[in-house]
């Protein structure tokens, strides 16, 4: 009787590796909301625009080849993470291209430092170190980096609102104008519109009981609030600087020519890499390590705390992403917190955001190509500063949670020394402050640790 009791039980249905597979896939596509995610892919172009023009001007990248291939890696990062993680350039190595000459630091180092670069990115995330770097590094100074780079995008909007900007040469030249179409006037609406839209970019938990149980006038002004913020503002505006680029010099539209570009090998002698190496890849690790691994991960895991990934698979994919597109001309890239507070501010949720993002790329890529060039050229820089301020402050504001003297104490220190210097100092100083206050304060009860009755202030 017993047997044929257990023979009769039904069997649990067990599902397929590649079953498994296909649902995390639907599940990290998935749109949270259709408008809100469109919207938040735009949130990181105040980043990726300006630096992608200055090299393709300044330095002749391959914009065709670089969008075909971002977008591809836009797409899978957004199919693996299930959350807008962004695909940036790399910022270290572009300003080294922009300041030098075509001779010294061309297309061949560029790319050359991008696959040194990438190269040890997977190395540290195959190993484990990467991850072991991620476990270690102190909240306090995570937050120090996230906190000066978003400063410095904050600061760098603020030069793009103010200055006109001269992207090939990587300088300001001159004020901008208050009226015209790349005027003050027109990117001070902008950032007021944003403002509008999407207010401090908290979501007010009690819209829809306010609108249950509210007056008729309350219920009345809590819809009209929550209409204007499913305004797409950052889509809009964005769509607003295309038209824009067309007015400012409609002989744009001649320009255009449809088909891809073809993709060819970069070529690249021992003298590109040993000056990719030496001028790209060492100032550029840090950075990488520091924003566009252990930065990124702990922003993630502060909006998204039910999505699980490590540092290591993020360390590989950003190895992976440059020790392929780099070889082909495509502009080395990497992950950052930045991108992902931008999108994340103007309403990213999911993977499907930034694969959306990547399928426009790869559209654009493939149709126009290089041709592109002319209405980037055109767009005007006043109005990405509107969107590149946001993404600053919204990376800036994950600092916030450090509420303790000391945590702050050293997150200030490492955010000093991060814009004085660069982030690796910035990170060295934080790190070294941190273990001195806790070398100091070795043995001391803390006062949380302190009997609820008693009191330290009579």
Known sequence: MESQSQTSQPETPTRSPLTGIFHRLKTNLVFRSKLAEVNGA???????????????????????????????????????????????????????????????????????????????????????????????????????????????????????????????????????????????????????????????????????????NGSRRRRRVSIIRKVISNVPSALLIFLLGVVLAFIRKPSIVHGIKFGPEKIKLVRM????????????????????????????????????????????????????????????????????????????KFGGRSGGCVALLGVAKLVLGLVLGSSLVGILEKFPVGVLGALLLFAGIELAMAARDMNTKGDAFVMLVCTAVSLGSNAAIGFVAGIVLYVVLWMRNYGRVKPTDLPLQVDQHP
Request: with cysteine.
């Open 269 to 344: 002698d021992k003298k590109a890499w040993k000056n990719g190496f030496l001028k790209g890849t060492v100032p550029q690790l840090p950075l990488s390590v520091l924003n566009s691994v252990v930065a990124v991960c702990k922003l993630s895991y502060d909006l998204f705390p039910e999505k699980k990934f490590s540092a290591a698979s993020v360390s590989m994919t950003v190895g992976l992403m440059n020790m392929v597109g780099c070889w082909f001309g495509a502009m080395p890239t990497c992950h950052g917190a930045g991108g992902l507070a931008g999108q994340y």
């Open 42 to 212: 735009m949130g990181d172009l105040g980043t990726y625009i300006p630096i992608v023009l200055a090299l393709t001007l300044a330095k002749d990248l391959d914009l065709g080849t670089t969008l075909i291939f971002t977008g591809i890696y836009n797409a899978v990062t957004g199919a693996v993470y299930g959350v807008p993680m962004p695909v940036q350039p790399m910022k270290s190595i572009a300003a080294v291209a922009i300041s030098s000459t075509a001779e010294k630091f061309g297309i061949p180092e560029i790319m050359a430092a991008g696959i040194c670069t990438g190269g040890i990115l997977f190395v540290l995330g195959v190993s484990g170190l990467m991850q072991f770097v991620f476990n270690v590094v102190p909240l306090s100074v995570a937050r120090g980096i996230q906190l000066s780079q978003g400063l410095a995008f904050a600061m760098s909007a603020v030069k793009y609102i103010k200055k006109e900007q001269n992207f090939s040469m990587s300088k300001s030249v001159g004020d901008r104008p208050w009226l015209g179409l790349d005027g003050l006037v027109l990117a001070l609406v902008c950032v007021l519109f944003i403002i509008l839209v999407n207010g401090d970019g908290e979501q007010e938990e009690d819209e829809e009981e306010e609108e249950r």
